[in-house]
């Protein structure tokens, strides 16, 4: 993982869990500031003002390569993507999967690592789920599946590059059939 510094803005990993006051949140990037660093942790600052310790692994640029809505080619079945929330005061991205294309430049968006139920999003809130591994935006490998409990962040999932998409995508469908 690459060096942030304090003062730097970031996005923070929040897994899965059976806390009553963070489930809600949880399995989702929250934006937040560096104030420092120790070891493999980052102490950050959340724009609620609460400050936490988090593993460097969590911690990820705020910038990816594609924005919401903005992706050249629409997202397949399947495939991993990040919703926004579109909140202009506590905005996060929570982590799903495309469960159908629907009409009216929508999606039906489950979430495989939170309790909420499937929902219609605009394709407009909606991007391909990136993982920044040493220093390249990789995809999440679509059609993954898991037991409850057993992933906790979308790094654990095996990562594609994104010139293997489409193939991975008719691997999937072939072996649907």
């Given amino acids: 993982k690459d060096a942030v510094g304090p003062g730097e803005k970031v996005r923070v990993w929040w897994e899965p869990t059976d806390d009553k006051k963070r489930s809600d949140y949880s399995a989702a990037w ?28 969590h911690v990820s640029p705020t910038t990816l390569p594609v924005d919401f809505g903005c992706e050249s080619v629409p997202l397949a079945e399947g495939e991993f993507c990040e919703v926004s929330n579109a909140s202009k005061t506590d905005p996060c991205a929570w982590l799903g999967r495309i469960s ?26 909606v991007r391909r789920a990136r993982i920044l591994e040493d220093g390249v ?10 037991k409850d409990g057993e992933v906790t962040s979308p790094s654990e999932l095996e990562l594609i590059y994104e010139d293997q998409l489409q193939n991975e995508l008719q691997a999937g469908k072939k072996a649907q059939k």
Avoid at 31 to 48: I, S
Avoid at 100 to 125: C, F, M, N, Q, W
Avoid at 137 to 146: A, S, V, Y
């Fill in 30 to 57: 929250w934006p937040a500031e560096v104030r420092d660093r120790h070891k493999n942790k980052y102490r950050v600052r959340y724009d609620n003002g609460d400050e936490e310790d988090v593993h460097m692994d």
């Fill in 100 to 125: 159908r294309g629907v009409e009216g430049g929508a999606y039906l968006v489950e979430y495989p690592l939170h309790d909420s139920k499937p929902e219609k999003i605009k394709a407009t809130r």
């Fill in 137 to 146: 935006w990789r995809l999440i490998k679509p059609g993954q599946t898991w």
